[in-house]
């Protein structure tokens, strides 16, 4: 699958720790957002950045943080602060210019993240 | 900001029927309507989308109608087959602002088509 590429597929993470989740694209996108996906609740925004060294938060920022040092890449770092990180994490992109901006988001294969 | 409600939950259908599930959306500034389908521990995809400035749009056996007067739209798929079962998401997006691009997703439906 080329695109947009998430890492790792699985990650598991101790109760008080950090974990980053790498999401990297190769389509010349500006625009990259992070989701979260748990069972019967469709897909939340997490964080998005729509340029380079700027991003804003979506509806369930707490407890996670993001950069946007490179067009290519936009990591999302779990935070101990998230007290119920376990859930499918997609990363998408979107074009972002243009006439009509709004376009259709290609997704990442995602990451699940689990607490043990 | 928008809020988009997905009905039915579940879906189930014998093949050759047809589905249809609707999404309502409440923010009058969104104009980008796309429809994603997910297979199980696989990223969503795109199947269809719809613009503002139509009523209808058709892709073979798939079909998205909207009304932005009473702010739904919907999806019709016909002649189901076994392998359209998967989780469904509408989405909505805003036209401009600081918010483009970003997508506000419907809960899902899980479809199931039966031999």
């Known amino acids: 699958d080329g695109g947009i590429t998430q890492s790792p597929k699985y990650l598991f993470r101790k109760e008080g720790q950090n974990v980053t989740l790498s999401c990297e694209q190769n389509l010349n996108h500006d625009a990259m957002y992070w989701y979260r996906q748990d069972p019967g609740q469709g897909l939340r925004l997490i964080y998005y950045s729509q340029i380079v060294n700027d991003f804003q938060k979506g509806d369930i920022a707490e407890g996670y943080s993001v950069s946007r040092e490179k067009k290519e890449s936009f990591p999302l770092t779990v935070t101990s602060a998230q007290k119920n990180p376990t859930a499918f994490y997609l990363c998408?992109?979107?074009?972002?210019?243009?006439?009509?901006?709004?376009?259709?988001?290609?997704f990442g294969q995602g990451t699940r993240l689990t607490v043990v | 900001g928008e809020n988009v409600e997905q009905h039915p939950s579940t879906l189930s259908v014998q093949e050759g029927d047809s589905a249809v599930i609707k999404c309502t959306y409440s923010?009058?500034?969104?104009?980008?309507f796309p429809w994603y389908k997910q297979e199980l521990g696989k990223r969503p995809q795109l199947i269809i989308d719809?613009?503002?400035?139509?009523g209808e749009k058709k892709d073979q056996r798939i079909a998205v109608t909207l009304n932005k007067t009473a702010k739904h739209f919907s999806l019709h798929i016909t002649e189901t087959q076994p392998e359209d079962s998967a989780v469904y998401f509408c989405?909505?997006?805003?036209?401009?602002?600081?918010?483009?691009?970003?997508?506000?997703f419907g809960q899902g439906t899980i479809l199931t088509v039966h031999p």
């Open positions: 998408a992109s979107t074009p972002g210019t243009g006439r009509e901006r709004n376009t259709e988001a290609f």
């Open positions: 719809i613009r503002s400035n139509v």
């Open positions: 923010d009058s500034a969104s104009n980008y």
């Open positions: 989405a909505a997006s805003p036209a401009g602002g600081t918010s483009y691009g970003k997508l506000t």
